[in-house]
C-alpha cells in the first residue's frame, strides 16, 4: 500500500512539473549561446585543419599511411557507404527542427530555474577558461 501510494505521488509530482510551459529563452541568452556555439565550432574546424596538415605528410611517406589512404578512399566510394552518408545527412536534416526545438527549451528552462543560481558562477568559469582555449585550441588560424 505505501509503495502504491508513493508511486501515485511520484507520478503527480512529474505531471505537475510538466503541465507548467516551458518559458522562452532571453534574447540576451540566445545571443551569448549562439556566440559561444560559434567560436567553439571555429576552435574544432581549425583545429581538424591543424591536425589534417600535420598528419597528411605522414600519410604520404609510410606506405602503410598511403595504404590506409587508399582504402578509405575505395570504402567511401562504395555504393552502400555513400547511400548511408545521403541518409544521415537527410536524417539529420529532418531532425534540425526537433533539435533546434529542444536546444531552445533547454535554455528557456536554464534561464528561468538554474541562471539566477549558477549563471554567475558558469560565466566565470567559462571567461577563465577561454585564455586556456586559446592557447591549446585557438579559433582563428
Request: hydrophobic share 45%.
Amino acid at each position: 500500500m505505501k509503495l502504491t501510494l508513493a508511486l501515485i505521488l511520484a507520478l503527480q509530482v512529474s505531471v505537475c512539473v510538466w503541465a507548467e510551459p516551458i518559458p522562452d529563452p532571453d534574447k540576451e541568452l540566445v545571443e551569448k549561446y549562439e556566440g559561444l556555439k560559434a567560436v567553439f565550432f571555429k576552435r574544432l574546424v581549425n583545429a581538424y585543419s591543424k591536425f589534417t596538415a600535420a598528419v597528411e605528410p605522414l600519410m604520404q611517406s609510410s606506405p602503410t599511411g598511403q595504404k590506409a589512404k587508399e582504402t578509405l578512399e575505395e570504402i567511401m566510394k562504395r555504393p552502400r557507404v555513400e547511400s548511408a552518408i545521403k541518409i544521415l545527412s537527410g536524417l539529420a536534416s529532418e531532425l534540425d527542427p526537433v533539435v533546434d526545438q529542444a536546444r531552445r527549451s533547454l535554455l528557456g528552462v536554464y534561464g528561468q530555474y538554474l541562471r539566477p543560481y549558477i549563471g554567475e558562477t558558469l560565466d566565470r568559469a567559462i571567461n577563465n577558461i577561454k585564455p586556456v582555449l586559446d592557447t591549446v585550441m585557438p579559433a582563428d588560424n
